[in-house]
């Protein structure tokens, strides 16, 4: 198993679709991470768990809601979204920052590419 | 708001040669590190160095750091076709509560020519 595993790898949705973004990590971590990667933009986070809790969210649409049941797993559950809501959307994991053990890396998954239509 | 800025956007260059790329920050860091993406593709880490630190080498990277001029610069040594990806600087962010958060910049997109 890779360390971060997200599915699925592509997804088309109409926008009053409901579905369902899934993240899993194999490495041990307790930080989880949504980044969402536009073209032509840089990197915007959008959710950040530690120990099951949210930490950090950025302003980020009620359309999309996170979801962290367990420290190895991480949704992003999206709903009645718009075309501009396309995007590839990258989960990362991460040691606790303010822990001993922290490197400051972020492991990456390869992303999901959303299209909305 | 974004933090860390790459230049320049795009670079292209032949194999063997080495390439350099810039990032500028605008408030104090904690550390600043480099991630590399191939088209499509998960981001990976390549290198961190802190605030206390002026260079660091790994194996054909060397990253410097300039924190009066809140200035980096990554150089890959003697490219080859597979390093062709987009390179982004990422800082710590001030505006971070929770000291988790990331800025990333847009990224140089680094083309190498066999």
């Known amino acids: 198993e890779t360390g971060v595993t997200q599915t699925p790898r592509h997804l088309v949705m109409g926008m009053t679709n409901k579905k369902s973004l899934k993240c899993e990590q194999h490495l041990g971590h307790n930080a989880m991470y949504w980044y969402k990667q536009s073209a032509k933009k840089p990197l915007e986070l959008m959710f950040v768990?530690?120990?099951?809790?949210?930490?950090e969210n950025n302003s980020v649409p009620s359309r999309f809601s996170p979801e962290c049941p367990n420290s190895s797993h991480l949704f992003l559950h999206l709903h009645t979204l718009q075309p501009e809501d396309s995007a590839l959307y990258l989960c990362?994991?991460?040691?606790?920052?303010?822990?001993?053990?922290?490197?400051?890396?972020?492991?990456f998954g390869e992303g999901s590419r959303l299209t909305v239509l | 708001s974004q933090q860390g800025e790459e230049d320049p956007q795009a670079l292209s260059i032949q194999e063997g040669e080495n390439a350099t790329m810039n990032c500028s920050y605008k408030t104090s860091i904690n550390n600043l590190q480099w991630y590399r993406q191939n088209s499509g593709r998960g981001l990976v880490h390549l290198i961190l160095?802190?605030?206390?630190?002026r260079e660091k080498h790994s194996g054909r990277l060397r990253v410097t750091l300039d924190t009066s001029k809140k200035s980096s610069s990554l150089l890959i040594t003697a490219s080859r076709a597979a390093d062709t990806a987009s390179y982004f600087c990422a800082t710590d962010s001030p505006n971070s509560n929770s000291g988790y958060a990331l800025n990333f910049g847009k990224g140089t997109s680094l083309l190498v020519t066999p």
């Open positions: 768990y530690s120990l099951e809790e949210r930490v």
């Open positions: 160095i802190r605030s206390n630190e």
């Open positions: 990362a994991s991460s040691q606790d920052p303010s822990g001993a053990l922290n490197t400051g890396e972020l492991f």
